[in-house]
């Protein structure tokens, strides 16, 4: 006769290879046309009408710098600086990774001008506009002088060709940015008593593979000794996305090395003391590992791809599931001792209504985050519920197949610490209780009251103070477009657009610039007009060019023939028609003015508006409102936005799984008391938030995703000491042990250098020890059963 107990574990372990071949199959699926792993916190936050335009344009400019890069010497002296200098130079050279970069923008400048001499007629500057239309002939003739009698570097073309200079002035505002000198080659910068030379580079491959990470970092190291010991007192300046690249994965392969090996040591000597083998370590790992396996093929087929957040944060969620291997392993270990042994007994038959309700309640909570409406919590939320699942299933289908015969028992230790945290109760009445909880609450609320919140976007990463300084340094010496806040420009078609960015212009950004909200601006109507504008432009210049006009007074005074005369008049009546467009503009414009046309982007054209010298971020955005087609991008400003909307929505999301969890202890015990169950996790997160908020740390995203792995692990805790009482040993070893070992898992990521894993990891920390000594009290509510 089959038994009931034969059924279920033949029940659960079918499932378990169903699902092991449904995941499988789309897991190798995947491997063959690549995983694809988005790492653009921009994935995270749900689209809107602009988002596609503003990747577009943050993609682009990423393309145009991600792989260059900026090296430089610092010296009080500067023939010191030279020297150097000359160094870094020959040590770029023999790198073979790093080559100097052959300025474009000089070699470009001669193309362009050719390409815009043939439509000089119809561009002007605004100052030449302005001239115009207000017939100041005093002003034209005047710079025409300067010009004529060599008092301008302006001057592109001949005297006869441009007798007023009006090209000559429009081309130089072309010539790229340059704030120092050149000095063999060499952009020399001297602010006050420091020297400052600057080489510009790229790398010969990504930023961000691991290899170059690796060569650059033993590169920088080997300058540096070399600088110190043949020109003393340099400083090394450098500033580059491969930079903080490089330092971010030195500093990771140091943090993963260091507490992995602590962690793994430590949670090591936790199972050798309590188990005193090593195969209930690595089976429990291994339902951790499946439930991640599980929810990494599922995810990415339902989502198309897996974001690095939800690998991070959802296979931490994963994490609880560790539980269900520990109490499976200590009720194991407690039939063991029975005189009957383990013949009679399944530990299923013990365990699996609290294992099974300790997953209800964690797979509740978990799926409040598929109500948020934003994409990256809804894909955490989906990872951790089928990972969680799976784990479950792991514990439930092979444990009772792998461990078969009894486990050795606990060192005495294990078992004294066990047993700490449940001493105090018989001690404790009921009158001491109502004291010290009320003692508390007064506490928690006094310093919750207090509790900032936070959202800096320096949580995702904090570079070091030398890293950052090089960068201020060479920013300031440089004064070049802020790569994260700009105006994006868009119209139905290039000439919509192009008007756009001139009304813009004349009615806001011009007037900002005059009003030092900004120091500079490049526009691609600057250089190339709307045809409406270009005609306006022509049109000016008639009274100029005809007969008996300003520039034939001018040439026939400055002793220009009547054919010279002639010839500039029948130019510039041959060119009415021959209008300056986009794309031939395109051809022949340097890196830098190209990154600021979009293009077509979903059915309209865009283009950037890049900016130098902000210093009235409110003025520039109130200006952007009051134009349409404007959007004013602020990268960072924007992302703090974004990531305290999504701290907002998993904080509200929070609040209800604590409402559902607590519904759901009703439902199951049918007691009212149940529901206080969820006070444990609950007390142990205020306790935690409390005890930051005393440190002067603002709360931020990860401390709530922290909480909710508190809900998890403490709702696990309080199902089992409710269920079990203080007088099970197998009990109070698990919940032990869990608690050391989340402590041991996430609690040593505090440690991290890296602000949101530090934050993480000091939550945990916090979290794993109030769920342990709160736990106990349950024991209280009622007998065991």
């Not at 034969?6 to 499988?24: C, K, N, Q, Y």
């Not at 335009?53 to 023939?79: P, Y």
């Not at 420091?194 to 300058?223: K, P, R, T, Y």
Request: one cysteine or more; glycine letters at 6%; charged letters at 15%.
């Amino acid at each position: 006769m089959i038994s009931t107990r034969s059924i279920r574990h033949s029940f659960f372990a079918l499932l378990f290879a169903l699902v092991s071949l449904f995941a499988g199959a789309l897991l190798v699926q995947q491997l063959q046309r690549g995983l694809v792993l988005e790492t653009d916190l921009q994935a995270l936050f749900p689209r809107d009408e602009d988002s596609h335009l503003i990747n577009r344009a943050s993609d682009r400019l990423t393309e145009e710098f991600g792989n260059q890069l900026l090296l430089a010497v610092s010296a009080d002296a500067r023939e010191q600086a030279l020297r150097a200098a000359g160094i870094l130079q020959q040590a770029v050279v023999d790198s073979g990774f790093i080559h100097v970069q052959q300025d474009e923008q000089f070699e470009s400048l001669a193309a362009q001008q050719a390409l815009l001499q043939a439509h000089r007629f119809h561009v002007l500057t605004d100052t030449q506009h302005d001239w115009l239309q207000q017939n100041n002939q005093q002003a034209l003739l005047g710079r025409a002088q300067q010009a004529l009698f060599g008092f301008s570097a302006g001057a592109v073309l001949s005297p006869a060709q441009d007798p007023l200079a009006l090209f000559g002035d429009y081309v130089q505002r072309l010539q790229p940015y340059v704030p120092g000198e050149i000095v063999d080659d060499q952009l020399l910068i001297t602010t006050g008593k420091n020297n400052i030379v600057i080489l510009s580079a790229s790398l010969n491959g990504d930023a961000f593979n691991l290899s170059i990470h690796e060569q650059l970092n033993d590169w920088l190291a080997g300058l540096r000794a070399t600088l110190a010991a043949e020109v003393p007192g340099v400083h090394l300046l450098m500033s580059g996305a491969v930079f903080h690249a490089a330092e971010a994965s030195a500093s990771a392969q140091r943090e993963v090395t260091v507490i992995s090996l602590g962690s793994t040591l430590g949670i090591l000597l936790l199972f050798l003391l309590s188990f005193r083998r090593i195969k209930p370590l690595l089976l429990s790992f291994a339902s951790v590992i499946y439930g991640s396996a599980v929810a990494l093929a599922i995810n990415h087929w339902l989502f198309g791809d897996v974001h690095l957040m939800t690998l991070v944060f959802g296979a931490s969620l994963i994490g609880v599931a560790i539980d269900y291997a520990l109490h499976y392993l200590c009720k194991h270990q407690q039939l063991s001792l029975q005189p009957q042994g383990l013949q009679d007994e399944s530990v299923l038959q013990h365990l699996l209504p609290a294992l099974s309700l300790g997953l209800l309640t964690s797979l509740l909570g978990y799926s409040c985050l598929l109500q948020a409406e934003l994409p990256g919590l809804r894909q955490i939320a989906s990872f951790s519920l089928i990972g969680l699942t799976s784990a479950w299933l792991f514990v439930v289908g092979i444990f009772p197949l792998v461990f078969r015969t009894a486990l050795p028992q606990p060192v005495a230790f294990v078992q004294r610490m066990a047993a700490w945290p449940w001493r105090g109760l018989p001690v404790l009445g009921k009158k001491q209780l109502l004291w010290f909880a009320g003692m508390l609450l007064a506490v928690l609320m006094l310093l919750l009251s207090q509790l900032r919140v936070g959202s800096d976007l320096r949580l995702l990463y904090q570079p070091s103070p030398d890293l950052l300084q090089s960068e201020k340094t060479l920013q300031l010496s440089l004064q070049g477009f802020a790569p994260n806040q700009y105006f994006l420009v868009r119209g139905a078609t290039p000439e919509d657009l192009l008007q756009i960015e001139e009304q813009f212009r004349r009615d806001h950004l011009d007037a900002l610039l005059a009003e030092s909200a900004v120091r500079d601006y490049a526009a691609v109507s600057r250089v190339v007009p709307s045809h409406q504008q270009q005609r306006q432009n022509y049109n000016l210049q008639e009274a100029l060019y005809r007969e008996q006009g300003i520039a034939e007074t001018f040439m026939r005074r400055a002793g220009f023939g009547v054919e010279a005369v002639a010839a500039l008049q029948q130019a510039f009546y041959s060119a009415r028609h021959q209008l300056l467009d986009v794309p031939a503009w395109l051809a022949v414009a340097r890196p830098d003015q190209r990154l600021l046309w979009l293009g077509e982007v979903d059915g309209s054209y865009a283009s950037v508006i890049a900016l130098r010298g902000i210093t009235d971020v409110s003025a520039l955005a109130a200006a952007a409102r009051q134009v349409d087609g404007v959007i004013w991008v602020d990268r960072v400003t924007q992302m703090s936005q974004r990531l305290q909307h999504l701290q907002t929505s998993a904080m509200i999301l929070l609040a209800l799984a604590y409402l559902a969890v607590a519904g759901l202890m009703w439902l199951s015990f049918r007691r009212r008391q149940a529901m206080l169950l969820v006070l444990v996790p609950l007390t142990a997160s205020a306790i935690t938030l409390a005890l930051l908020t005393a440190f002067g740390v603002a709360i931020n995203l990860f401390h709530v995703f922290g909480c909710y792995l508190i809900l998890g692990l403490g709702m696990d805790y309080s199902i089992f000491a409710y269920k079990s009482g203080a007088d099970d040993a197998s009990c109070r070893r698990a919940i032990l042990l869990s608690a050391l070992t989340s402590g041991l898992s996430f609690g040593l990521l505090a440690l991290s250098s890296t602000p949101m894993v530090s934050a993480f990891g000091t939550t945990l920390l916090f979290g794993s020890l109030g769920n342990l000594l709160l736990a106990p009290l349950l024991s209280r509510l009622r007998n065991p059963v």
